[in-house]
């Protein structure tokens, strides 16, 4: 006879649970994940929250250790709630930080499993650009950085393992040869001809290398073993924001189309493009 993982009160012969204990557990997580959502983009008073939520886990069999991971689920809820709504605004940040400040949470690394805090610091670098004010987010880098910076530049955001694509030209040829062949064995002829093709040039995209891409207030920077360049905002041509990535191509007789793959587009376009407007 098992006992129930959840009661721990006898579930059965060759039972480990109550099915009735199961949807309580699964619900009563949901519950918790939800009035933690609700309690950020709301009236923001964790003193209430931290007494739903221990009556909630004490009720549906959650144990503390598992309470962690509804926290960050709940942050992600709310994080997502307030941007549906277009960028955060100021109040919506002082929300997040109370969360935050509350809870201590040892740098953040439990709500920021899902990258929420990423995106409210990406949020409010573009709310500044909209508002004309150059973001300096003041970013913690570990070792140094590849890139010479000038004295007024400074870093806003940083991607590291980047894929870096370049357009190429490719020429193949396509026709025929004509000449006389020379029987030389038994079965096998030499034919002494000319290759009468014509060159057929078609583009393709070209990965490079990979590499640490840079955004600062005033360039595009990339930096591998294989590559090193920069790019003013101003000499910026096109821009093509992709789910995971941007199209690039800088003003210039010679240059080639340009993908950098493995960052997040949206953000990269909306600060490159608006930043070449101040």
Known sequence: M???IFCGQKAGFLKKKHKECEMNYYSGKQKIIEIISTTITGNSDFAI????????ADKNFIKKNEIDSLYTKGFDNAVDTFLSEG?????????????????????????????SLQKVAKSSII?????????????????????????????????????????RTKTVYQGGSQGMSVRIAK?????????????????????ICRGLF??????????????????????????????????MQKDGANTKPQIFKGLDGWFTYNVISNLNQL
């Open 127 to 167: 709310r500044e650009i909209l508002n004309g004010t150059i973001p300096d987010p003041k970013l913690n880098i570990d070792g140094t950085l590849p890139f010479l910076l000038q004295k007024s530049e400074h870093i806003i955001w940083l991607f590291p393992n980047v894929d870096f694509y370049e357009q």
């Open 187 to 207: 079965g096998l002829y030499y034919r002494a001809s000319a290759f009468k093709g014509q060159p057929i040039k078609s583009e393709e995209m070209t990965y």
């Open 49 to 56: 929250l931290d007494s739903e939520i221990n009556s909630i």
């Open 214 to 247: 840079a955004l600062t207030n005033k360039h595009v920077y990339f930096a591998s073993q294989m590559k090193n360049f920069k790019v003013p905002y101003n000499k910026v041509l096109t821009i093509t924001p992709y789910e995971d990535g941007i199209g």
């Open 87 to 115: 960028l955060l605004t100021e109040i919506s940040e002082d929300k997040i930080k109370k969360y935050r400040e509350h809870y201590n949470f040892e740098q953040d690394r439990i709500i920021d499993q899902n990258g």
């Open 2 to 4: 098992g006992n129930c």
